[in-house]
C-alpha cells in the first residue's frame, strides 16, 4: 500500500484555476443548487419543440440520404455510421448547401471543418493562429466566456476591445490594434458575435460590417465570426448580411454553431476556413490535423441526426427552425414589455432592446455579484447572468443578462415579478448606491 | 475586393506541420486512395456486428432506463437527450459499473469523465500536467501517434521509454527517469497501453505492472494507462488486472476508449482521474474545466447509444463483445499462422506473438518506407503501417504493422499472399540488405 497521490494545483496548468473557467463552474453549479428558481440564466434553445421520435427519423434520413442520393451499399452506410470517418466531417457538402440557401455563402465544402460544437472550432482555430509568443487574439467585450476560455487553455492572451453602449465601434478597433502593436504584440483575429451577441445583444449595422472587412485587411488580421442567433431575428424582413458573405478577401473565418438551430445535444458545429496556406490548401485543412488530435471526428452519428433534420426541410436551418424562431419572437416580446411595464419608471434601471436573439442585459444602481446571485436564487426564486463574469469593466459590475430563449411566456412574467421584489429590496436598502 | 489572404506555415502552430499529425494524414490518405487493396492499416473494429437497427434500439433502451430505473419524467428525458449536459458526462454510473463487474476496479462515478473518444481523455490529461516549461510526458515507444500529436498541440515534449524485444522493462523506465531529471526536466506521466500495445502488441506480465506501480511512486509521477484492447485476449482464461485494478495509492489515470467495445462513431470514451487535488476535488474535476473549454460536454446521444448497449449486456463489456472477440481470435490466429506458413523459413523475416488485440508486428531485412507502402499499395494491391510513423529507432525502420481487425479471414489470407509478393521480391533484389 503507498500512500495516496495529492495533486497540487501549482503543478497544474494554470488555466484550470483561471476566472474563466472557474465562472462557467459557478454558474453551472448554482443553476444546478436551484432547480425549482426561475432561470434566466441559460443560453439554451427552447424545448417546446423536441421530440425523441425525431432523432428516430433523422437518422433514418440521413441514412436514406446515403443509400438513395450518395448511392451507398448496406455495408457502406453502416459503416458511415459505426465507424470512424473523415476528420474534416461528412456533413460538410450539407453544411455547404444550407450556408448557400440561407445566407447566400458560397463556399467549398472542403474548407468546411464539422466540429464537436462550435466551441471546439473556436479552440482550433485559436490554436492554429497561436504560432509565436507574442500573437494575441482580441475580443469584443464584454465577451463570450467559451472564447476567454478556450484562450487561456493556449496560454494565448485575449485583449478586449470594448463595446460601446450601442456596440462596436470599428475606431475603438484600430486604437485597440494599434495600442497591442505598439506593445509588442501581434493581433491575429478579432473575435466577435456580429448578429444579436452574446452577452450583450448587440448587432452590427451594415456600414460597421463593410468597415470591419476594410480594417482586417488593413491591418493583416482575420475577423472570426461567430454566429449561433442569426436566425432569430425578433422581426420580419431582411437579416443582415452575415460578415462571411460580404467576405470578398478571405478575411472572415466563420464558425456556426447547430445546437440552437438543431439542438445542443448533437454538439456539431462548424468553421469555415477557406483562406489559402501558401504552398497548397486551406486553413481547413490544418485545423482538421490539429482536430485529429484533440477527438479525431466529430461522431457520425451525430452528424447524421442534423444531416437528417436539414434534409427534412430541404437544406434551409431557416425552414427547420419557424416554430422555435417564433417561440424566440414571442419569449422575446414579452421580456422587453415585461421590463418597460416593471421598471420604466425606476430611476437607474435601464436595458437594451435587441432586435433578436436570446439576451437583453439590464443595468441596476447597485453592484451585481455573485453574493447578489445566490441571494436572488435563496430568497426570490430567480436566476440570472452577473455580466462581471463577461467583463471586468465598471458598467459590466452593475449589470445582468437575461435570457429569454428556454422559457415560457408565463415563466417570464413570474421570473421578473421576483426581479421586480429584488430590484426593488435592492433600491430601498441603498437608494443612492 | 480586397486581395485574399494567403497565410504562411510559419505564422501557424507548429504542430500543425509536425511529423506526428502529418503521419495520421499520409496514413489516411494513403488508404482513401487505394480503396480496393487489402488494408491492414486501420485498427478498427470489426463491421461483422454492426446493425443500424441496433441505433434505434440502443437509443430507446437508454431513455426507458431514464424512465424507469432514474424515473425521470418525459420532458427531463428528452431535456437529457436534446440539451447540453453535465460537463463529466451523463454514464459515468454505467462506466462506473462495468469497470467493476468487467475489470474489478472500484471507482467513484464523480472520478469518471466521459470524453469524446479516448484521445480527448489524452488530451485533457496531458493539457492538465503541464503546468511548466520544463514538464514532460514519459511514452513507452513505439508509441501510439495520438499520445505524440496531443503532446504536440500542447507544446508538451514526449520522452521515449523504449520497448525491449519483449516490451517495456522496468529498468528502462528508471533510467530515463533519472536522465530526463539530469536534464532538468521534470517528468509527470508514463503513457502505456499495458495490454495488447498499440502498435507492437506487446503486453506487461503482472512482476512488470507492480513495479511500474512501486516505481510510480517511489519517483512520484502518474501511470497513464491506455486501454482500448484489453478484452480481446485470444485465448480463454484470466486476464491479467489493469494498472488501474491493481492501483491502492492513486498513481493511475486509466483512458478507456469505448471505441473498439462498442463502436468508433459513437465518440465515446473516458479517463479515471480520481487523484486528490490539495485543497479540495478529484483531477476529474479539472479535466471537466478544460473540457468545458475544448468540447463543452460529450454528446448526450451518444453517450445513450453505449449506455443502452451497456444495459442490454447487463452492464458488462465482455458480455456485449462476445461475437467481436470470437472475431478477432479468429483473425489473430488466422493471421499468426498465415506468417508461420509462409515466412518460416524466410532468412530476416519475422514477427511477434501477441497474446490478442488488433496488432501483430513484422520485421523485414530492408527499410519498411512510405514510398515501399505506395508501391505495396499500387503494384500489390496490400496496405500495412510502417513502424516509422510511431518511433525513430533503427529497428522500428524495417518494421511494419498488420492490424486484423478489421478483415474476413479471406482477406487475410489474399493480403498476405500480395505482402509475400512484396517481400520476395525485395529479397531478392537486396538479398543482404
Redesign the interface.
Known sequence: ????????????????ADP???S??FL?EVAGRYPRAISFA?G??T?ET???AD??RY?DAY?RHLAEDKGYDE?R???E?????R?KGVVHELIARQLQLDEGITVDPEAIVVT??A??AL?LVL??????ENDVVLAVTPAYV?LT??A??LDLPVRSVPEGPHGLRPEDLLDRIRAVRAAGERPRALYLVPDFSNPSGHSLDLATRRRL??IA?EEDI?LLEDNPYGYFRAADGERLPTLKALD????VVHVGSL?KTC?????VGFAVAD?????GGL?AD?LS??K???????????QA?VGGMLLEHGGSLLRANERPIAVYRRNLDCLLKGLERRFSALPGVSWNTPSGGFFVVVTVPFPVTDALLEDAAVRHGVLFTPMRHFGDDARSARQLRLSCSYLTTNQIESGLDRLNDLIAEHLRAAPDA
Chains 1, 2 share one sequence.
Not at 248 to 251: E, L, V
Open positions: 500500500m503507498t500512500s495516496p497521490v495529492l495533486l497540487d494545483r501549482a503543478d497544474l496548468h494554470a488555466s484550470l474563466a473557467l472557474l462557467m463552474n453551472n441559460p439554451r434553445p424545448e423536441f421530440d425523441v432523432l428516430h437518422l441514412a455495408v452506410v453502416r459503416r455510421l459505426f465507424q470512424y470517418g476528420t464537436v460544437g466551441q471546439e479552440w490554436r492554429a493562429l497561436r504560432a509565436a467559451g476560455g478556450a487561456r487553455l472587412l476594410e485587411a482575420l470578398t478577401g478571405q478575411r445546437a439542438f445542443p445535444g448533437a454538439r483562406q489559402r496556406i501558401a504552398g486553413l490544418e490535423r490539429a485529429s488530435m484533440v477527438t479525431v471526428n466529430t461522431s457520425p452519428i451525430s441526426l
